[in-house]
């Protein structure tokens, strides 16, 4: 069965969520990324399913941010099911995500990863020295990708759910 992306809908949310919950357990409500995650919402035009039939076996979603007071996104979770992993859904997730926030909003893009693995999409720790996240996190692990129409900010990260509305 082919494999097809496209963005999350209100539908995906279950499957979405289970996927996420299968990959990083419990274990992930403790981690920094999630303070942010917190009383936000996914922007849903950014966020991209995978899909084989009627089964959702990947899934990104990007978040909205301010930095020092300033616009950004944050990328996470991206998770591919064990059946799925190294034929590169991952990177097609990040792409299509990245792609549409580019052509969307044009903000700089900020996650916690590993540097290898993200730098292809853009991504460098160095870009992110000035970004304070809401918890212990290690900095190396902390990357931002500029934006179109923005250099990285700097400052503390807060949830900013008030983003979700495209711009008008």
């Not at 357990?25 to 966020?47: D, Q, V, Y």
């Not at 916690?112 to 900095?139: M, Q, S, T």
Request: glycine share 12%; aromatic share 4%.
């Amino acid at each position: 069965m082919k494999l097809q992306l496209g963005p999350e809908t209100a539908a995906d949310e279950a499957a979405v969520t289970a996927l996420i919950e299968r990959i990083f357990g419990p274990g992930r409500l403790a981690k920094t990324a999630e303070r942010l995650r917190e009383g936000n919402r996914a922007i849903a035009s950014l966020s991209f399913v995978a899909r084989r039939g009627d089964r959702v076996v990947g899934a990104v979603r990007l978040w909205p941010l301010e930095i020092g007071g300033a616009p950004a996104l944050l990328l996470g979770p991206l998770a591919v099911g064990a059946g799925h992993r190294n034929e590169g859904l991952g990177a097609r997730l990040i792409g299509a995500a990245c792609a549409a926030a580019d052509t969307e909003r044009g903000w700089p893009i900020m996650l916690v990863g590993d540097e290898p693995y993200y730098a292809p999409f853009g991504f460098a720790a160095a870009l992110a020295r000035e970004v304070i996240l809401p918890g212990p996190v290690d900095p190396r692990r902390v990357l931002a990708r500029p934006g179109v129409s923005a250099p990285t900010p700097s400052g503390p990260a807060a949830a900013a759910p008030e983003l979700v509305e495209p711009p008008r």
